[in-house]
C-alpha cells in the first residue's frame, strides 16, 4: 500500500514538474528592444524586455533572459549587461556603440517530448525524453509512440548608424528566418520579403503570423498570415508604422532522425516598420 502511495506521489510530482516545464514553451516567447536603431553620437544604452506570452508585447510568463547574447556587426557574440528576472517578465540592458547591425537573441535549447498511448482507455500521455531516452520512461506496452523535436528562436535586430548584413546570415541549425529585406528598412506601405530554412536548406511551408503592436485597444488583431513558398519566401506589407512580432512555426516530419521522429520549431521576430 505504501508502495503504491509513494509511487502515485511520485508521478503527481512529475507531472507538475513537467506542466512547470513546458508552461514557457507552450506561450510564443518573444524580447522587445525599448528603440530599433540608434543615431547618438558615442552610441546609447538600450532595455530589452522577454516574456512569453499569446498577447502581442503583453507580459505574461517571466522567461528568463540569462541565454540572451548579442550578435555584433563582427560576428561575435557578447553578453548583455544587468540581467533581471521578475514575476511576469525578464529583462537585460546592452550599450551599443559599434557602427552596423546587430542581432539580438536568445534561442532555446532544442527539447524533446514523447507522446504515447497507454492503458485500457489509450489515455494519451507525455514524456520529456527523446528516441534514445523513451525506452527507460515510458511503459514497454505504450502504443503509437511519437517524439517531437521543439525548438524557438526569439530575436530582434539593432542597427547603430550604417545598416551591415554579416549578422543576417544563417546558422544552418533547424528554423532560422533570413531577412531579405533589411530590417532597418522596412517601411510603411512597402513589401517586405523573408526567407526561411530549415537545417539550411530553404523550407517551404512555415507559417507565419504577423500582428502590430496595440492589439488590446483595437476590436480586431489586424494580423498578416503567409506561408513560405518553395524558396522559403514569404513577402508581406505592413500598412501602419509601429512594432510588430512576427510568430513562425514549421511542423514537420523527421527521417533518420536518432532523437526525434518530427518537428515542431518556431523563429519569433519583434521588427519595426518605420513612417513613409
Not at 532595455?47 to 563582427?74: C, I, L, R, W
Not at 554579416?166 to 522596412?186: A, F, W
Not at 523573408?194 to 494580423?223: C, D, K, L, M
Not at 506561408?227 to 513577402?235: A, F, H, I, P, Y
Amino acid at each position: 500500500m505504501k508502495t503504491n502511495i509513494k509511487a502515485v506521489a511520485l508521478a503527481s510530482v512529475m507531472a507538475i514538474s513537467f506542466a512547470t516545464a513546458t508552461t514557457v514553451q507552450a506561450h510564443p516567447r518573444w524580447v522587445l528592444p525599448s528603440h530599433f536603431t540608434v543615431s547618438k553620437e558615442g552610441g546609447d544604452w538600450l532595455t530589452f524586455d522577454v516574456t512569453a506570452s499569446h498577447g502581442t508585447f503583453v507580459f505574461d510568463k517571466p522567461a528568463g533572459s540569462e541565454q540572451a547574447f548579442v550578435m555584433m556587426p563582427d560576428g561575435r557574440s557578447e553578453r548583455p549587461n544587468f540581467v533581471v528576472r521578475g514575476k511576469r517578465r525578464s529583462m537585460f540592458d546592452f550599450y551599443f556603440v559599434e557602427e552596423g547591425t546587430h542581432k539580438v537573441a536568445i534561442n532555446n535549447q532544442p527539447s524533446y517530448y514523447t507522446q504515447y498511448k497507454a492503458g485500457r482507455r489509450d489515455t494519451v500521455k507525455w514524456a520529456k525524453a527523446s528516441k534514445v531516452e523513451r525506452g527507460g520512461v515510458i511503459p514497454e506496452q505504450a502504443r503509437d509512440v511519437v517524439t517531437q523535436l521543439s525548438y524557438t528562436r526569439a530575436e530582434s535586430y539593432i542597427t547603430v548608424g550604417k545598416p551591415t548584413e554579416k549578422v543576417l546570415e544563417i546558422e544552418g541549425k533547424l528554423l532560422e528566418m533570413k531577412p531579405l529585406t533589411h530590417p532597418s528598412d522596412i517601411i510603411e506601405g512597402e513589401a517586405v520579403t523573408f526567407q526561411f530554412f530549415f537545417n539550411g536548406q530553404p523550407q517551404s511551408g512555415v507559417t507565419a503570423e504577423i500582428t502590430r503592436e496595440g492589439t488590446q485597444y483595437r476590436n480586431h488583431q489586424e494580423q498578416i498570415d503567409v506561408v513560405s513558398d518553395n524558396d522559403g519566401k514569404v513577402t508581406f506589407t505592413p500598412d501602419l508604422a509601429g512594432r510588430y512580432l512576427m510568430k513562425a512555426n514549421y511542423k514537420g516530419e523527421l527521417k533518420n532522425d536518432p532523437l526525434a521522429d518530427k518537428v515542431s520549431v518556431n523563429v519569433h521576430l519583434t521588427f519595426e516598420t518605420q513612417l513613409n
